[in-house]
């Protein structure tokens, strides 16, 4: 499912809140200037005691009609507070369904037809500006009788005359009503937007917490990865920085401890020497001198890896490739060394193989490859150098000793910087532990690659360098 970005959220939710606030703006508005509803709410409460004006002008019709018939209840209507002060407006229908008698005079002309369910009955007011239409029921009209009980005419009320100041009220509780919805919406929009903003940033606050721990110096703890949050690659990749960190630190220190462990056993054997020197206990002769050199030189190896690493990690190690035949290169290196070891050598090459390599640096891989294979297998050493795979861009180089090979739990780290199986570090049995490491630079600057295969009976290396093309190696 497609995650939208915080903005597009955050503004799809300002929408939907200004959208929803507009839309109960508009329905209260529109509600609040309804003419309709203000006359229904006038005519609800102005014509609450309805009931009871109608039984006091039915009465005084009534009385009006036992004194003097018609003519009686005309001039009732006609009289001046003749009803009452302020009494609805009315008409009285005979039996005949004719306006008899109506408190004005434009009432008289109402028209009035039998519709099914009652009596249709229009009214025009006496400016002819406004028209009431009534559909009339027997129990909307009030019967009128005489002391006979003779029923003699029907008595309507009308509407009552919308009251303004009723409408003006209803109106101004509306706008209230609607002023505080409005507050209500806005106040709600804030803390959505807070915590929704708080939510969604808190991610911010935990890197910068973890920033200004990094800063003082402290290594803080790895941030809880946040799901479906744009800031998940950003915390991930603070974790990753973290840990690289961490492990940087840890290697650091380790590297200094095995600088300092590597350096000090030259120094303090050639530091021996000179004291026993001084002391008279050893002279100065030949085995006296060999010695010295000897630590000299285990120094100045030292010197040249540590130089060489620092190169290679710096990404300055310059390199000059150029096409040979891989086969005559691997035995011009390592027959010379095998014949010096008393070893055997076996080159499983096709003549026609040609590699881009930098034939000095590719000496120095065989060498150091060479020099491990003697140091685990010093006594009838067998190397065997295959080539494997028909690639078309790649020519892969398995070198492979006849010794102990590599234990399951240290395989993980044969190409890391000082490590070295032998966790004494007894250097008659083994070296300052960079030679892999240093292989593997020399390698990745030719464009190539190293890694353990996979044989048995002994320590396997897989060599994978870049492949001539067969025709450009025949023009060559």
Do not use: C
């Amino acid at each position: 499912m497609m995650r939208h970005s915080l903005v597009v959220r955050l503004s799809l939710l300002m929408a939907l809140i200004i959208t929803v606030s507009f839309v109960a703006w508009v329905m209260i508005v529109h509600r609040s200037t309804s003419t309709a509803f203000v006359d229904k709410q006038t005519e609800v409460i102005a014509g609450s005691n309805r009931g009871e004006r109608e039984l006091a002008v039915a009465e005084k019709l009534e009385g009006a009609f036992e004194d003097g018939g018609w003519p009686a209840v005309r001039k009732l209507s006609k009289k001046d507070g003749g009803i009452e002060s302020g009494a609805p407006g009315y008409f009285v229908l005979d039996n005949d369904h004719r306006v008899r008698a109506a408190s004005d005079e434009a009432l008289y002309a109402a028209d009035v037809s039998e519709v099914d369910g009652g009596l249709l009955v229009n009214v025009v007011s006496s400016g002819g500006a406004s028209e009431i239409e009534l559909l009339l029921t027997d129990t909307e009209l009030y019967l009128l009788r005489g002391s006979s009980g003779e029923a003699w005419g029907r008595l309507q009320l009308l509407p009552s005359t919308p009251d303004r100041a009723v409408g003006d009220q209803f109106a101004t509780e509306v706008w209230s009503a609607a002023a505080l919805w409005l507050t209500g919406v806005i106040v709600s929009a804030m803390l959505i937007m807070t915590w929704v903003l708080r939510r969604s940033l808190a991610p911010i606050d935990w890197l910068t917490a973890a920033a200004r721990e990094l800063q003082s110096g402290k290594m803080p703890d790895r941030i809880a990865s946040v799901k479906d949050s744009e800031f998940r690659a950003l915390i991930d990749a603070f974790n990753a920085a973290i840990e690289a960190i961490a492990r940087t630190e840890k290697v650091r220190k380790q590297l200094i401890a095995d600088i300092a462990h590597e350096l000090r056993t030259p120094v303090t054997n050639i530091k021996g020497q000179l004291e026993a020197h001084e002391a008279g206990l050893i002279s100065e002769d030949a085995e006296f001198v060999t010695t010295l050199k000897g630590e000299n030189r285990l120094l100045e190896r030292l010197v040249e890896d540590f130089q060489q690493l620092a190169i290679s990690d710096a990404g300055q190690l310059k390199v000059n490739l150029q096409s040979m035949p891989l086969a005559e290169i691997v035995r011009n290196i390592l027959e010379p060394m095998a014949e010096a070891a008393n070893a055997t050598v076996v080159v499983a090459v096709p003549e026609m193989l040609h590699v881009f390599i930098d034939e000095e640096r590719f000496r120095q891989v065989l060498l150091n490859l060479w020099e491990n294979a003697v140091r685990h297998q010093p006594d009838k050493l067998t190397v065997t150098v295959t080539a494997e795979g028909p690639d078309p861009y790649w020519a892969t180089l398995v070198f492979q000793d006849n010794g102990p090979g590599i234990a399951a739990e240290d395989r993980p780290y044969v190409f890391e910087r000082f490590f070295r199986a032998e966790k004494s570090r007894n250097r008659a049995l083994g070296g300052a532990g960079l030679g892999l490491t240093i292989v593997k630079g020399l390698l990745e600057a030719m464009g190539g690659r190293i890694e353990l295969a996979d044989r048995d009976g002994g320590a396997a290396f897989a060599v994978t360098l870049v492949r001539v093309d067969p025709d450009d190696a025949e023009r060559n």
